[in-house]
């Protein structure tokens, strides 16, 4: 007799989210999704969702909330807010958040949840929207191994490397060390082909042959090439990255690091939001990088 499916709902429709839902509905999951915006109602529904328009009939319908938001006051909003998760009796007993957001506010959100008996996974991914898409996203998970466990066929849905990286609050570790090292390439490509420059020499070149060496990573692969077509279309906004650094440097300052790299790309990846860059890949930090040196 086959296992009964649980009922998923979703919050956080974007470019992560929305591919996402839909590979869960291609597994005969159940879907529901509770849009905050409500001028974006139709074009979720022409994805194949079904939104539940009231927060309470949306929590009473679903056993796994997965979060996909933007930042760390969107998580408490939705767990802890006016209308959050814990101020109603009958309620999903999982959630599961692949939002990247604070490690230091992940554990401090565990610890209130289990008051209520809700366990909270920390799930963020890496991978962007083609990895969604294609349902091969990296993802770093934080929590209890049990939970993790009866979850894993949720994220392997989603994913397809994925790692238990151990207590609440390491998924969203490893996703600042994720973010801090994808960054430092982008800051490293982006000086490399600056040198090359220089020199009139051709930058196509140059990356094709430090592919074949040492030098090569997936950040000299995708975005060096985004960068030679001078085309930003976003697999990741600045606007998310840059975000996320902020959390990498608010960790660091809390933990009383001298990061330089970490301040540097910081710094870099904020500029580019101020220079209208937001909605575009995070690789246009070159532009900024070019512009600092003329």
């Known amino acids: 007799m086959a296992k009964i499916k ?42 194949g969702l079904k939104i539940i328009r009231n927060i309470e ?43 990247t957001i604070c490690p230091i506010e992940t554990i401090k959100m565990s610890k209130l949840l289990s008051n209520s008996k809700i366990k909270l996974i920390d799930a963020p991914v890496s991978g962007g929207e083609i990895g969604a898409i294609e349902g091969n996203l990296s993802i770093m998970v934080g929590g209890d191994k049990s939970i ?8 392997k849905v989603l994913g397809n490397k994925i790692t238990h990286i151990g207590k609440s609050g390491t998924g969203q570790v490893a996703k600042a ?22 020199f009139n020499a051709d930058k196509k070149n140059i990356r094709q042959a430090l592919l074949g060496g040492f030098a090569y990573s997936k950040i000299l692969d995708i975005h060096g090439e985004r960068i030679l077509k001078n085309s930003y279309k ?17 960790i660091t300052n809390r933990k ?29 930090y070159y532009k900024i990088i070019k512009k600092e040196n003329k």
Do not use: W
């Open 148 to 155: 993790v466990e009866k979850i894993m066929p949720i994220l």
């Open 256 to 284: 009383s690091l001298k990061l330089k790299g970490v301040n540097l790309v910081t710094n870099y990846m904020n500029k580019c939001e101020k220079e209208g860059f937001s909605e575009m890949d995070s690789s246009v």
């Open 57 to 99: 009939v949306f929590y009473n319908h679903v056993d796994i909330l997965i979060l996909a938001v933007g930042d760390t006051s969107d998580v408490k909003e939705i767990l802890f807010g006016k209308t959050g998760l814990v101020k109603y009796l009958k309620i999903p007993k999982i959630v599961i958040d692949m939002s």
């Open 177 to 198: 060390c994720n973010q801090i090292i994808v960054a430092q390439t982008i800051n490293a490509v982006s000086e490399a082909f600056l040198i090359a420059e220089q």
């Open 234 to 250: 976003p697999g990741f906004k600045t606007k998310l990255h840059a975000k996320d650094l902020r959390i990498a440097k608010n």
């Open 6 to 47: 649980p009922t998923i709902g979703i919050i956080g429709t974007g470019i992560i989210g929305i591919p996402m839902a839909k590979n869960l509905i291609k597994s005969k999951y159940k879907v529901f999704s509770y849009v905050r915006d409500i001028k974006k109602h139709k074009k979720i529904e022409k994805h």
